[in-house]
Each structure stands twice: as C-alpha cells, then as structure tokens.
C-alpha cells in the first residue's frame, strides 16, 4: 500500500517551532513551567527527543501473551471454587491464591485449612499448565505446605505443575511488623524449604521480592524498586548460604510490582526493575537472564466512592504493566474497596485484561515503549534513582535492619505526606472522588462489605510497619459524614452558588467550586439573576460561595456578601483570588478558593459551620 502524502502537505516540525507557540500559548511563560516532578524528585519535561541508542529491554518473547491471573481471595472454599472454575473456563491464564495476612490480604482471604484449599482446588487441573501463585502471610504460612501435599494426593509430578510458591517473610515484616520468630532464625528455615520443594522436583519460583507494601504505604516509585530489590538480593544470599548455587538461587526468585494510573511511570518502574536485576546479578559473576515479573493493579488507587471509576483506572494500570514488560498481571475487581467483589466485578477484571491481550494486541511487540525518549529518560531515572535507596539498605546491614532501624519506613512516610498534601489540594486527582463527583451514585453490590482493610499493628519486635492506604480515603469519610447527614435531616448539607454576571463570567468558577464541595458531600445548588437572593432563600442551603470574574467581583462581590449574610449563612466563600481580598473579608468572605487549595481543610471547616 502507498503512503499516504498527508505528512508531506505540512511544512516540517521543529522544535523551536513547538517551543514558539507552546510560549504563546503560555502567555510570555517559559516552557519550563511544563515541567513537572515526581516524587522521587525526577524532572518530567513535555517534549523528548527519540532516543536513538536505545536498546530492547529483555523480557517475555515478543507475541507471547502475558499470564492472565484472576484473585482468588472469597472466604468461603464453595464460592471460591465455582469462581476459579469460572474464571479458567473464560480466559484466566491462572489463579492468586489470596491467604490471610498476606500482603495481598486487602480484608477478605480464602481459607487455608487444608479442607478448604482441597475444596477451593476441585476441579481445577494443576497438569493442564494452570498458573497458581501463593499469597500468604505468618498466619496462613501452612497453606503452601497444603498446596503442596494436594499435588502429590493427585498424583501430579511436581515439575508439571506452575506453582509459584510466594515465600516472603521481608514483606511481612514491614506490613506486620513481626515475624514469628526474628530474621536470623526464619532465614535458614525458609532456605531449607525451598531447597526440599526443589529437590522434590517443584520449579519454583519460590520467593517473591514484593514492592506492594510500600506503594500501599504511599512510597515513590524508586522507593518499591529498591524495596524490592534489597529484598531480591536478600533472598538470593539466603539461598545461596543454604547451599544453593548462585546460578540456580535466582530462578528461584521472582518480583511483583504494583501497577497504578500514572501510566508512563508504570511503564518505567517495570523496565527499570529488569535493568536493575541485571546490574545485581552481572556483579554477582551472572550473565543476566529475565526475571520473572508479575503485577497487580494498585490498591492505593482503588475508591469506594464512584466505584465504576476504578476499571478504567485497572485498564490504565494493566495496560502500564504489559508495555512495560510484564510477565504475570492480576486486575483488582473494581469493587474491592467496599467489600468482597461479586461474579461481575472479577469479569470486568478478567475481560481488562483479555481485551488488551486479543483487540488491542499489546504483547505484539517486544518492549513498545523502546526508544520513546520520554520513557527511556524516566526508566534510567528510576534506575538511578532506585539504586541509591538500595545502596542505603545495603549500607544499614539488607532489608531486615533497614526496617528495624526504621530507614524504609522513615523515607516512605516523607513520601506519603507530600502524596497525601497533593491529594487534599486535589493536585493529585481521583476521577469521581476528588474531581467531578456524583452525589447521587448508584450502589454497587457486594458479597460482604468490608468494615476495615487496616492491618493490626503488630508488637514484639520493636518494627514500625508500614500502613496500607488508599488515597481517597480522606475524601470518603467526608461523603460518609453527608450520608449521615441526609438520614438524619432528609437532605444533604448544601451550598448556595452565587453566580454573578453572565454565564461566560462564572461557569469556570461554579464548575470548580461544585466539584469542590461535591467531592466532601456538601451539595451544590446554584442561583444568578435577579432572582439569586430568593433561590438562596429557598435552597437551604447554610453556606455560599460566590462565583465569578475578579472584574465582576470588583463590582458585586461585597454587596452579594454583606446581602447573603443578612439573610442568614453561616460562611461565605469566594472561588478564585481576587486581588482586594481585605476589602471582601471586611463585607463577611471567610475563605478564598483558589486553584490548589486545600479542599480536605476547607470542608472539614465547612462541616463545623453546618
């Protein structure tokens, strides 16, 4: 087929061209102020060159389809059962057995009595190359023990069976904050049991070097990487003190990642963690081979609030991780926040990822991303980023003293509370949480609601843990206090917008200031005209918030205060930054909206005035 002579009928692009009408287009601003920082202090630019040098990441062969694993995390072994069968019959690659205490444990387990796996299991044909993967903690450390007399009361060779078994004592140390016994004592124990499992005939991989804790505790990306690589490392000199050769110590490893809505981070982390296990194991004397690396979509992000938002959310995540070279992905159901997720909310999950797999064919191409100069720059960030945090881990003695002198901890809670500050002045959104919420929101079903998915704190060994969060959580509780609210008195706490001047004068501002309110339950009800003193009136509204142009507040503004108060609200709020703002504090405004304020602070004071 020709090519098509649409690009030849432009005059050619440069840069400085771009550059020109990017500062038009910014008023006189510099470019630079396009550009933004990650957490971990990386410079994010608009515009990348290609990157011409760039070179194939190792990973899964080109146009072989990544693992489809679907959580298998249902309390009850029957349920549990019927979903596994469920979800093998229809496109599951495999299954994530989810076990109490599990770093995965998000508050909804299945059971890891031996009846209960053997009933979970039935059925299921371990032989056929069904992928299992174990997720379990200190309390359910008997269920890999389970699983694998299962196999052999089959009668299956255990080289014929894809099992990877999840041990990873370091994970749980920093999610529970103890271990049964101390690190010292559990490391030869889980050595020892890797190298039976192996001379049993089982492949592994058996350890995990598991980054979720620290996302789930709001840490950067450079953060989990160096997480999980100390882990990694770790592991392998653990194996290695147990007679296990280097060579064959780290096929018994593998990695699991969590995959969020920043996509080209995602996309990034991934690349730059294969990057990073190659440099660890060419010291070790190693010529580098692709680890295995798995992924789930990110807890952090999930919402109660607006819950449908949450798969386009997992198809960002899941797409993130497959480019970004993933062997292994598991979708959260998109109800998992509220309860243990039903039937449809796991097919959703399961048809994410399938629909990326068989239309939009991302496996096709071997590392897509490649030579984009915008992902190449973040992944040798990330790498360079990532390895200094992991060289401070190696300095404080590996993972397990870094945790107990509380280094890990102590960098992810700096992380978490510039993330948590972004989160409350909406720089970092949530599609229906934070930004453009619907007070009026269907339900979503459930089997079991979910009261708490907040670990106990642990005691005995002096470990701070890390705590697992989601971002909206902040947010949620405020919708929980409208909801109290509205069976209390019948309606919701409301807002009077007071619009003034004409439409192209405050849609801005009323648009900002609904979804400001909304996004804490406060309901929004609008008025302008000559009649906005009796729509006021009639609203019920308690507050007001002024919405306009400062040109319009020059005018208006203190009068529409000074008449709102007299007629009875509580507070006044002014969305924007006019610049007079002593003179409209004098007539009765109490608070200033502008772009990037702290929404949290400003509803919490707002629920003290209704």
């Given amino acids: 087929m020709a090519e ?61 389809p990544w693992a489809v694993m679907q959580r298998l995390d249902l309390p009850d072994a029957d349920a549990a059962n019927a979903q596994i069968l469920e979800d093998l019959n229809n496109g599951a690659s495999g299954a994530v057995l989810v076990f109490g205490g599990a770093v995965g444990d998000y508050g ?77 004592d559990i490391a030869p124990v889980v050595a020892g049991m890797i190298g039976d499992l192996a001379s049993q005939g089982f492949t592994g991989p058996y350890a995990v070097a598991d980054a979720r804790p620290v996302h789930a505790a709001g840490g950067s990306e450079a953060q989990e990487l160096a997480f999980a690589l100390a882990n990694a490392v770790t592991y392998l000199r653990v194996l290695e003190a147990g007679g296990i050769a280097l060579d064959e110590a780290r096929r018994f490893i593998f990695f699991r990642l969590p995959a969020d809505q920043d996509q080209f981070l995602t996309v990034a982390k991934f690349r730059a963690l294969r990057k990073l296990w190659a440099r660890v194991e060419d010291a070790s004397g190693l010529a580098p081979e692709p680890a295995f690396v798995t992924a789930e979509t990110a807890w952090r992000m999930m919402t109660k609030r607006d819950p449908h938002g949450n798969i386009v959310r997992g198809t960002i995540a899941a797409l993130a991780a497959a480019v970004g070279g993933a062997d292994a992905i598991a979708v959260l159901p998109f109800s998992a926040a509220l309860g243990v997720p039903d039937a449809f909310a796991r097919r959703v999950a399961r048809n994410t990822q399938t629909i990326l797999i068989e239309e939009a064919n991302i496996h096709r191409v071997a590392d897509p991303a490649a030579g984009s100069g915008a992902i190449e720059a973040l992944t040798d960030a990330l790498c360079a980023g990532a390895w200094t945090l992991f060289q401070a881990i190696e300095h404080e003695g590996g993972s397990a003293n870094a945790l107990e002198s509380g280094l890990i901890q102590k960098g992810v809670a700096k992380v978490r509370a510039a993330r948590q500050a972004n989160v409350a002045r909406r720089k970092e959104s949530l599609v229906g949480t934070s930004d453009f919420p619907a007070l009026a929101e269907d339900s979503v079903a459930v089997l079991a609601t979910l009261e708490s998915s ?68 406060i309901e929004a009800v609008d008025g302008s005209g000559d009649k906005l003193m009796k729509d006021f009136n009639n609203s019920g509204a308690k507050l007001a918030c002024l919405c306009s142009s400062d040109k319009v507040y020059a005018s208006e503004a203190t009068s529409t205060a000074k008449a709102l108060i007299q007629a009875g609200a509580k507070g006044v709020y002014l969305a924007g930054k006019p610049t007079d703002q002593a003179a409209l504090m004098q007539a009765g405004i109490s608070t200033f909206l502008p772009q990037g304020c702290d929404t949290l602070a400003i509803l919490e004071a707002a629920y003290e005035q209704i």
Avoid: M
């Fill in 4 to 64: 098509l002579p649409l690009a030849r009928d432009f005059p050619p692009a440069d840069e400085a061209a771009w550059k020109a009408l990017v500062e038009e287009a910014l008023k006189g601003a510099p470019v630079s102020a396009l550009t933004s920082r990650s957490y971990d202090g990386i410079a994010i630019n608009p515009l990348y060159p290609r990157a011409e040098d760039a070179q194939v990441i190792a990973r899964r062969a080109a146009g072989t």
């Fill in 108 to 184: 909804y387990a299945l059971p890891h009595g031996e009846a209960e796996i053997a009933r979970a299991l039935e059925g299921v044909h371990l032989d056929w190359g069904i992928d299992l993967t174990l997720d379990f903690g200190p309390p359910s450390r008997e269920a890999a023990r389970i699983v694998v007399d299962r196999v052999k009361a089959l009668g299956l060779a255990p080289g014929g069976v894809k099992l990877r078994f999840g041990f990873d004592p370091l994970g749980a140390l920093a999610v529970h904050g103890a271990l049964p016994k101390p690190w010292s």
């Fill in 454 to 521: 907040s670990r106990p704190k642990a005691s005995g060994n002096g470990v701070e843990p890390l705590p697992r969060t989601r971002l909206a959580e902040p947010f949620e509780r405020l919708r929980d206090a409208s909801d109290a609210y509205l069976a209390e008195h019948g309606a919701r706490p409301k807002v009077f917008l007071a619009c003034l001047g004409s439409p192209s004068d405050f849609n801005a501002q009323a648009s900002f200031a609904k979804s400001l309110f909304e996004s804490g339950g």
